[in-house]
């Protein structure tokens, strides 16, 4: 039997990469390994990593970018919580199919996603009949493109000759009182807060889930992230990242403002999608576990 080392591939590097993410602690308002949330647990985003996997093969192996995500997307809800790794998902896609094709970079992860169809939209939308993902109400002008519409919304995709990238670029754009996706604003961007903080999480030291929680910290600093603004508004948004810039990525302060925020029910959910996108990055640029 071979003793040589077996790599991981994309696919399973991002499989890890959700496990690093959860297990990271403290990250204030969200789900680790020392805090469940209601209704939501530990073990079960663990299920999810592992329910994702036939979803991230898909995009490691070159099937259309939509069609792996939804399938991830379907595997994940294979637990009792429901959604737990729906936005993680949506950057890992694409990054792991950049991956798979040897251009992990801002520049190659934009042209998976500029490559993207109007089928890889319906897809997408088709997604949100597997679990319930918090989203803003959309314009007026566009409640034909409500997500939460899932696939009845496919003859409008392809009326308009929607893209992946269309929609994600619809999704981006700030509106009144919502300071636009994040998530998607990556796509749009070509990555660059997952690539920055891919970085910073590979140059920083220490065990990887001190790392991850303090990357969280960081990028929760930058930006309101939009699962709070959804769910709590734009003033509780600038609220939590003034708080997490406050502490400076000290860990033994976070402590206390993570039990804080999930008293208040304050959950940066979007900011661990991108702290796990940026694990998935430095994974595969050699961070050792």
Same mark, same amino acid.
């Given at each position: 039997?071979?003793?040589?080392?077996?790599?991981?591939?994309?696919?399973?590097?991002?499989?890890?990469?959700?496990?690093?993410?959860?297990?990271?602690?403290?990250?204030?308002?969200?789900?680790?390994?020392?805090?469940?949330?209601?209704?939501?647990?530990?073990?079960?985003?663990?299920?999810?990593?592992?329910?994702?996997?036939?979803?991230?093969?898909?995009?490691?192996?070159?099937?259309?970018?939509?069609?792996?995500?939804?399938?991830?997307?379907?595997?994940?809800?294979?637990?009792?919580?429901?959604?737990?790794?729906?936005?993680?998902?949506?950057?890992?896609?694409?990054?792991?199919?950049?991956?798979?094709?040897?251009?992990?970079?801002?520049?190659?992860?934009?042209?998976?996603?500029?490559?993207?169809?109007?089928?890889?939209?319906?897809?997408?939308?088709?997604?949100?009949?597997?679990?319930?993902?918090?989203?803003?109400?959309?314009?007026?002008?566009?409640?034909?493109?409500?997500?939460?519409?899932?696939t009845a919304a496919?003859?409008?995709?392809?009326?308009?000759?929607?893209?992946? @990238? *269309? #929609?994600?670029?619809?999704?981006? $754009?700030?509106?009144?009182?919502?300071? &636009? +996706?994040?998530? /998607?604003? !990556?796509?749009?961007?070509?990555?660059?807060?997952?690539?920055?903080a891919a970085e910073?999480?590979?140059?920083?030291?220490?065990?990887?889930?001190?790392?991850?929680?303090?990357?969280?910290?960081?990028?929760?600093?930058?930006?309101?992230?939009?699962?709070?603004?959804?769910?709590?508004? @734009? *003033? #509780?948004?600038?609220?939590?990242? $003034?708080?997490?810039?406050?502490?400076? &990525? +000290?860990?033994? /302060?976070? !402590?206390?403002?993570?039990?804080?925020?999930?008293?208040?029910?304050?959950?940066?959910?979007?900011?661990?999608?991108?702290?796990?996108?940026?694990?998935?990055?430095?994974?595969?640029?050699?961070?050792?576990?």
């Amino acid at each position: 039997m071979s003793t040589e080392p077996v790599s991981r591939g994309p696919a399973e590097n991002a499989q890890l990469a959700l496990l690093l993410e959860v297990a990271g602690t403290p990250k204030p308002g969200n789900v680790d390994r020392h805090r469940d949330l209601e209704g939501l647990r530990f073990e079960q985003f663990l299920a999810g990593a592992i329910g994702a996997g036939g979803g991230l093969r898909l995009a490691e192996a070159g099937d259309p970018v939509g069609t792996a995500f939804e399938r991830a997307v379907a595997g994940m809800a294979e637990q009792e919580g429901g959604n737990t790794q729906f936005g993680c998902l949506l950057l890992l896609v694409p990054l792991v199919r950049a991956a798979s094709e040897g251009r992990l970079s801002r520049e190659g992860v934009r042209t998976v996603v500029e490559d993207t169809s109007v089928e890889d939209s319906v897809a997408f939308y088709r997604a949100f009949e597997h679990v319930d993902v918090a989203v803003g109400e959309p314009p007026g002008d566009a409640a034909a493109l409500d997500v939460r519409r899932g696939t009845a919304a496919a003859p409008t995709l392809r009326e308009r000759g929607l893209t992946l @990238l *269309d #929609v994600m670029a619809l999704s981006a $754009e700030p509106r009144e009182g919502h300071p &636009g +996706d994040a998530n /998607a604003r !990556e796509w749009v961007e070509g990555f660059p807060r997952t690539f920055a903080a891919a970085e910073v999480i590979l140059t920083d030291d220490g065990p990887v889930t001190d790392r991850a929680a303090r990357a969280f910290l960081s990028l929760l600093a930058q930006e309101p992230d939009t699962l709070v603004a959804v769910d709590r508004g @734009l *003033d #509780v948004a600038h609220e939590v990242m $003034e708080r997490a810039g406050s502490i400076d &990525g +000290d860990l033994d /302060a976070a !402590e206390a403002l993570a039990d804080e925020f999930v008293d208040r029910g304050i959950n940066p959910g979007t900011t661990a999608d991108l702290t796990c996108a940026a694990l998935f990055v430095a994974l595969e640029r050699g961070l050792s576990v």
